[in-house]
């Protein structure tokens, strides 16, 4: 069956005007031309699809089924083709993204509000998913781009990837522990106690590895969780050290607690990454701009860092040697 598209909407047309002639005046084509496109469409399908007079047209049984039918495809081929065309203007259309959600409760969400006051028609939508999942979605191209916390450098034969900002590690902890007397703590100094830090999920926990195997944290009790104030709290209560990515863009570990960022210098990537060779639609890059460039834009949240003027009354701290589990 050899059917155009073209004579599926002149036959509409003819359907919804009732008139070979209005119908010509529509498409700027001669009534036999319409007349023509109709007659083949018939012959296609097999059917016939109006019953002509002299004064009227009137569809058939099977014209008016075939003209219900095909006139919904038509409407949501224009709007498929609509849609698809703003998508290409950079400015309107949907824009979807991957992240953690560690990240989506600060960075991204700071990232999402620049564009929605850069690109106010452009929506942009967020999926929550753990880091491997936001990897998984990119590479399947099932979101335009994905945002993760990783090492430097990020090495993938399918992504692309671009880094937005570096976060230094810091020790997590309440104002009267002994690690906060000092401006700094070095990472072997933590071997005295236990240590409480993100999960895979976020991507921080790869990150740790090299500062753990140089310091010979590896064997240390650790907890690993899925969410900032999860390690917040777990600290507040004296269960341990906190290790969490500290500055502007991280959400704040909270005022009951100081950071102290821990020496030598380890920080945490936060990067954009997309499919490899394969070009994002202008909307997605346009979206990816506003992104890159929110970085470097003031930060909405509080500096964690600042935290180190709040004084808690805590009880003094001993070292613990409670095992928790095993890395």
């Not at 850069?118 to 880091?131: C, H, K, N």
């Not at 999942?133 to 993760?148: H, N």
């Not at 692309?160 to 700094?184: C, E, G, K, M, Y």
């Not at 990472?187 to 005295?192: G, I, K, N, Q, Y």
């Amino acid at each position: 069956m050899n059917v155009s598209l073209q004579q599926l909407k002149v036959f509409v047309a003819v359907a919804r005007e009732r008139s070979f002639t209005r119908a010509a005046r529509e498409f700027d084509l001669t009534q036999s031309a319409v007349s023509r496109c109709v007659r083949e469409l018939e012959d296609a399908v097999e059917l016939k699809l109006f019953d002509r007079t002299t004064r009227q047209v009137e569809l058939t049984n099977a014209g008016a089924s075939l003209e219900r039918r095909i006139g919904r495809l038509l409407d949501e081929i224009e709007l498929t083709l609509l849609e698809e065309r703003a998508a290409y203007d950079g400015h309107t259309g949907v824009v979807v993204l991957a992240s953690n959600p560690v990240l989506s409760s600060s960075w991204v969400a700071q990232a999402l509000a620049r564009c929605a006051l850069a690109f106010p028609e452009l929506i942009v939508s967020v999926r929550d998913q753990s880091q491997s999942g936001v990897l998984a979605s990119v590479e399947q191209g099932e979101v335009d781009f994905g945002v993760i916390s990783s090492t430097e450098p990020f090495d993938s034969a399918l992504l692309h990837a671009q880094v937005i900002f570096t976060t230094p590690l810091h020790a997590v902890i309440p104002p009267t522990h002994p690690l906060a007397r000092h401006d700094s703590a070095a990472w072997c100094a933590l071997r005295e106690w236990p240590l409480i830090t993100l999960n895979a999920d976020t991507g921080v926990r790869a990150s740790l590895e090299p500062a753990f195997s140089a310091n010979e944290l590896k064997r240390r009790p650790l907890q690993e969780l899925g969410h900032v104030a999860a390690v917040s709290r777990m600290a507040e209560l004296g269960l341990g050290v906190g290790v969490l990515p500290v500055d502007s863009h991280w959400p704040s570990p909270g005022a009951s607690l100081v950071s102290r960022p821990l020496v030598p210098e380890m920080s945490v990537a936060t990067l954009l990454v997309q499919r490899r060779n394969r070009s994002l639609r202008p909307n997605a890059a346009a979206a990816w701009a506003q992104f890159a460039a929110s970085a470097s834009a003031p930060a909405h949240t509080a500096d964690a860092a600042s935290s180190a003027s709040q004084s808690v009354a805590r009880p003094a701290f001993a070292p613990r040697r409670t095992v928790l589990h095993e890395p």
